[in-house]
C-alpha cells in the first residue's frame, strides 16, 4: 500500500481567510514533503519533515505554515495568501530520506483557489 | 539553471509501438532517478526508478536506461496503451540531499489509438 490522502481535493478561499491543508499516509514512513505545483510546471519543494521534524524550509513565505503533528500527519496552514498562491499542493511521503535510494509518494493533491 | 532536462515537452505515439522519454542531468552527484507519471489535476504516481550502481530497471512495460557518461536516462514503454497518456515527470535525487528532489519539466506522452 502506497496511498498518502489528501484532504480537500479542493479549497477556494479570499486574502483575509485562515484554512488548513491535511495529508496522511499509514505506511510508517518518517519524512513527509509538502509540494507546490503550477500549471505545466515541475512540482518545487516547500518543506520536509524528516521524524516529525522540520528539516528543509525552502525559503517559503510565512504565509504558509507547515506542522507535523505525528509521524503520520502533515499539515499546511494559510493565512493572507495572495492570488498567484492559487495552485496545486501536493504532499509527499518517503521511509529513507537520509538514504540515496528514497522513493517518494505522492498524494492526489489539493487544488487551492485564492480570490 | 536546470539540473534536470527534458528537452521535449510533448510525444504522440501510435498504440501498440514503442515510447521514448529522455531525461539529461548536469549534476554528476545524483545517484538515484526516477520517473512520475501524472494526469491532470492529480497527484504524481510512481513508475520506476534507477540507482546509480545500475544501467538498467526493468519493471513490465516500463525499462528505465541509464548512461552516466553521457548523463542521461530514458524510458521506455512497450507496448504503448492509450491508457499512458499523460505528463511524465523525470526526477533525480543526490546522494545524501535529505528530501531534495530535483524535477524535469515533463513530457506530455499521447498515445493515439
Known amino acids: 500500500d502506497t496511498e498518502v490522502t489528501q484532504t480537500p481535493k479542493h479549497l477556494v478561499m479570499g486574502m483575509t481567510n485562515k484554512k488548513s491543508l491535511k495529508c496522511e499516509q499509514h505506511m510508517g514512513h518518517r519524512a513527509m514533503y509538502w509540494y507546490k505545483q503550477k500549471a505545466k510546471k515541475p512540482p518545487e519543494l516547500m518543506f520536509v519533515?524528516?521524524?516529525?521534524?522540520?528539516?528543509i524550509n525552502e525559503s517559503v513565505p510565512s504565509r504558509f505554515s507547515p506542522e507535523c503533528p505525528n509521524s503520520s500527519l502533515l499539515n499546511l496552514h494559510l493565512h493572507a495568501l495572495q492570488p498567484e498562491d492559487s495552485a496545486l499542493y501536493l504532499c509527499a511521503s518517503s521511509n529513507r530520506p537520509y538514504e540515496g535510494v528514497d522513493t517518494q509518494y505522492f498524494g492526489p493533491g489539493t487544488r487551492l483557489t485564492v480570490l | 539553471d536546470q539540473q534536470v532536462k527534458q528537452n521535449s515537452p510533448s510525444l504522440s505515439v501510435q498504440e501498440g509501438r514503442i515510447s521514448i522519454l529522455n531525461c539529461d542531468y548536469t549534476?554528476?552527484?545524483?545517484?538515484?532517478f526516477l520517473w512520475y507519471k501524472k494526469y491532470p489535476a492529480e497527484g504524481p504516481t510512481f513508475l520506476i526508478s534507477?540507482?546509480?550502481?545500475?544501467d538498467k530497471n526493468e519493471d513490465g512495460r516500463f525499462t528505465v536506461f541509464l548512461n552516466k557518461s553521457a548523463k542521461h536516462l530514458s524510458l521506455h514503454i512497450v507496448p504503448s496503451q492509450p491508457g499512458d497518456s499523460a505528463v511524465y515527470f523525470c526526477?533525480?535525487?543526490?546522494?545524501?540531499?535529505?528530501?531534495?528532489?530535483?524535477f524535469g519539466k515533463g513530457t506530455k506522452l499521447s498515445v493515439k489509438p
Open positions: 549534476n554528476s552527484m545524483f545517484d538515484y
Open positions: 534507477i540507482s546509480s550502481i545500475k
Open positions: 519533515y524528516s521524524y516529525e521534524k522540520l528539516s
Open positions: 526526477a533525480a535525487r543526490g546522494g545524501g540531499s535529505q528530501g531534495n528532489l530535483i
